[in-house]
C-alpha cells in the first residue's frame, strides 16, 4: 500500500472519530426535552454500542482537561480571564422600552391565556412563555448578557405596591429560589404545561402572585435579588455571558470569563442554586426514559400517589448531585495538598457548571427559538383570534451541529474556567492541576449520565 | 477574579467580600502549616508557601528569593513530567478509541 492511501486511510479513520467523539457529546444536544416544555424532540439514533458511546463522551471531557493542563503560563491565562471593555450603560429610553416591552408580553400572556385559544399550537400564551422568553430570552442573558432585571415586568409590577420592608432572614439565602426552580420543573413535567394555554396562564399568575407577595413583606430587591428562582436563574445564566454587570457598569469580557468570579457565590445555597440549574436538565430527561418507568411501575402498583414518586426521585436526585459535587470539591483538598477550606474551594469551582448548562440550553432550543419565531410574531399581530395558518420556519439540518458545538463549547468552556480558577486559588501549578481533578471526574460523570439519557429511547413522563 | 483586584494577592476567594466571617482555611487539627511570613496563609507544604511568596508578594528578600528560585525549578521539573505522563495519556486515549472504533462499531 503507498504511503498516499495510508495516510488518507488513517486521516478518514481520525475524523470520522472526531466526529463520533463530536456526535457523541453532542446528541447530549436531544437529552432531554428539558425543562423547555417542547417535549418530544427526536432522539438520535446511536449505532455504537452504549458504553462506547458514553465512554467516549467522557474521554472527550477528560482529554479537554489534560489539554488545558498543557496551558502552564499565568500570565496568559490572567491576561485571558482579565480582557475586557467598559461599555457605556443602556440609555434610559433603551431602559424604558425594555420594561414596557416586559409589562406587554406579560400582559398579552395573561389575557390571550385566559381569552385565546385553547390549542398550543397558535397561543400567544404558550409562545411568548416557551419560545419568546425560556427560549430567545434565555439564549440572549447566556449569549449577551443578562437583561432580566430591567426587562422583568414581575418586578415591575411589584415596585408599584408598598413594602413591609421585614429583613430577609439570612440563613435562607438561596434556598427558597432552588426550591422555586425545582418546583418549576416539577410541574413542568408532570403536568401538560406546554400544551394548555389555560393552566399555563394559571401558573404565570400564581408566580406573580408569589413574587408580588414576597415583594411586600421582604422588598423587592431582596426578594428579586435571593428568593425568586426566576431572576437567580437568568443572572446564573448571564455570567456565562460577554456583558457582565460589575459595580462600575457593564464591561465586555471573554464569553465565560465571568464565572472565574465566584463573589456572587457567597455560600453553600449559591452552591446549590447552581448545582440546581445543572440537575434540572438531567431530571427532565430521565424521567421521561423507560429506566424511570421500571423503577416507577412497582412503586405505583403498590399504590403509592405518582406525583409522590415523581417528587421523591427529584428530591433524591438533586441530594445525590449536591452531595456529589460537594464530595468532588473535597476531594481537592486532598489531590491538591491544600489548607484551603471545602467551603471556598466548592463556592470557586462551581460557576464553571453554567457553561455546562448553558450549552445544554441552547442545543435544545436554539431549533425552537428559530422554527417558532415567525409563529410568535404572526400570533402576537392578533393574540385573541390569530390566523388558520401561522407560519413556522423550516429549520435546517445543520443547526443540528451547531447545538453539537456549543454543547462541546459548554464543556470546553467549563474546563477552562476551572483551569483558570485553579490557577488564582494555587500558588504551585502541580496543585493547581491536581486541584481539578475531582471536579474533573464530576464533568465526566456528568456528560456520562446525560449522554446515556439521550442514548435511551424516550418519551413523556408515564403515569401523570 | 475582576481587573480591580490585583493580580494574585494571595486571598484565595478572590473578590468575595460577603463570607469575610468564615474562615478560608482549614488546617487539619493534628498537622503544623508552614504559615507564609507576610499574611499568614498557611500550607501543606514549604514548597506551595516558598512560591506563593514568589507569586503573590513583591519585595522578597534574598532568601526567600532564593527559595523562590528553587521552589520554581523544582515546580517546573515536576510540570515537565506531568506533561509527559499527560501527553502519553492523550495519545494512549487516541488510539485506543480509534481501535475500540475499528472493532466495536
Not at chain 1, 443602556?90 to 385565546?116: C, K, P, S
Not at chain 1, 406546554?194 to 402572585?209: F, K, S
Not at chain 1, 481537592?332 to 455546562?356: C, M, Q
Request: aromatic share 10%; with cysteine; net charge neutral.
Amino acid at each position: 500500500m503507498d504511503r498516499h492511501s495510508r495516510r488518507r486511510r488513517v486521516a478518514r479513520r481520525a475524523t470520522s472519530f472526531a466526529l463520533a467523539a463530536l456526535a457523541v457529546i453532542a446528541s447530549a444536544a436531544r437529552v432531554a426535552a428539558h425543562a423547555g416544555g417542547v417535549r418530544g424532540a427526536t432522539r438520535e439514533t446511536v449505532t455504537v454500542p452504549t458504553w462506547l458511546f458514553l465512554a467516549t463522551g467522557g474521554a472527550v471531557v477528560g482529554a479537554s482537561f489534560l489539554l488545558a493542563s498543557a496551558v502552564t503560563d499565568r500570565a496568559y491565562i490572567r491576561r485571558i480571564d482579565g480582557w475586557g471593555r467598559a461599555l457605556p450603560g443602556a440609555g434610559r429610553v433603551a431602559r424604558l422600552l425594555a420594561r414596557g416591552g416586559g409589562i406587554a408580553a406579560l400582559a398579552i400572556t395573561i389575557v390571550a391565556g385566559l381569552f385565546g385559544p385553547t390549542t398550543a399550537a397558535d397561543s400567544a400564551t404558550v409562545l411568548i412563555v416557551w419560545v419568546g422568553w425560556w427560549a430567545v430570552f434565555v439564549l440572549s442573558a447566556y449569549l449577551l448578557g443578562n437583561a432580566w432585571p430591567t426587562v422583568d415586568p414581575f418586578r415591575a409590577v411589584a415596585r408599584t405596591l408598598p413594602s413591609l420592608d421585614r429583613p430577609y432572614p439570612e440563613r435562607l439565602g438561596s434556598w427558597p429560589a432552588v426550591a422555586g426552580l425545582l418546583a418549576l420543573v416539577f410541574l413542568e413535567v408532570v403536568t401538560p404545561m406546554a400544551d394548555d394555554p389555560r393552566l399555563l396562564t394559571a401558573l404565570v399568575l400564581g408566580y406573580l402572585g408569589i413574587s408580588v407577595a414576597g415583594s411586600v413583606v421582604f422588598g423587592v430587591d431582596d426578594w428579586f435579588g435571593h428568593a425568586d428562582p426566576v431572576s437567580r436563574l437568568l443572572d446564573a445564566y448571564g455570567r456565562v455571558a460577554p456583558v457582565t454587570h460589575t459595580d462600575d457598569g457593564l464591561r465586555l469580557r471573554l464569553p465565560g470569563m465571568g464565572l472565574t468570579d465566584a463573589a456572587w457565590i457567597d455560600g453553600r445555597d449559591d452552591v446549590g442554586f447552581v448545582v440546581a440549574v445543572v440537575f434540572v436538565t438531567t431530571y427532565d430527561g430521565f424521567v421521561g426514559t423507560g429506566a424511570w418507568a421500571d423503577i416507577a411501575r412497582p412503586l405505583v402498583g403498590a399504590g403509592v400517589p405518582a406525583l409522590a414518586v415523581y417528587l421523591a426521585a427529584m428530591l433524591v436526585g438533586y441530594g445525590l448531585f449536591l452531595a456529589l459535587y460537594l464530595a468532588s470539591a473535597r476531594a481537592a483538598r486532598r489531590t491538591a495538598d491544600t489548607y484551603l477550606a471545602p467551603g471556598v474551594l466548592a463556592r470557586r469551582f462551581a460557576p464553571s457548571l453554567l457553561a455546562i448548562a448553558a450549552g445544554y440550553h441552547l442545543a435544545h432550543n436554539l431549533a425552537t427559538a428559530l422554527s417558532l419565531s415567525p409563529t410568535l410574531a404572526v400570533v402576537l399581530s392578533s393574540p385573541l383570534s390569530p390566523p388558520a395558518n401561522v407560519p413556522a420556519l423550516l429549520v435546517p439540518d445543520w443547526i443540528g451541529a451547531v447545538g453539537i458545538a456549543a454543547v462541546l463549547a459548554g464543556h470546553l468552556l467549563a474546563v477552562w474556567v476551572a483551569h483558570a480558577v485553579a490557577y488564582d486559588l494555587f500558588p504551585d501549578r502541580l496543585q493547581a492541576i491536581r486541584s481539578q481533578y475531582g471536579v474533573t471526574v464530576a464533568m465526566v460523570a456528568y456528560t456520562m449520565a446525560s449522554l446515556w439519557i439521550v442514548s435511551r429511547p424516550g418519551g413523556a413522563p408515564p403515569f401523570v | 477574579m475582576t481587573d480591580a483586584k490585583p493580580a494574585g494577592d494571595g486571598s484565595p476567594t478572590g473578590t468575595d467580600a460577603h463570607d469575610t466571617t468564615a474562615d478560608p482555611y482549614e488546617v487539619p487539627p493534628d498537622t503544623t502549616a508552614v504559615a507564609c511570613p507576610r499574611c499568614g496563609r498557611p500550607f501543606a507544604r514549604e514548597r506551595h508557601r516558598d512560591l506563593h511568596l514568589g507569586v503573590d508578594h513583591r519585595d522578597l528578600d534574598d532568601d526567600e528569593r532564593a527559595a523562590y528560585e528553587d521552589a520554581r525549578e523544582a515546580e517546573t521539573d515536576e510540570l515537565r513530567r506531568f506533561r509527559i505522563v499527560s501527553l502519553g495519556t492523550l495519545v494512549l486515549l487516541y488510539f485506543g478509541f480509534l481501535f475500540l472504533y475499528a472493532v466495536a462499531a
